[in-house]
């Protein structure tokens, strides 16, 4: 579960920093 969050977390922070940049 911990795991699950952790990834989606990291999912997000990817897909913020992708519409940052475009």
């Known amino acids: 579960m911990n795991n699950v969050l952790t990834n989606d977390s ?4 990817a897909l913020a920093t992708r ?4």
């Open 10 to 13: 990291v999912i997000n922070d």
């Open 19 to 22: 519409d940052k940049l475009s």
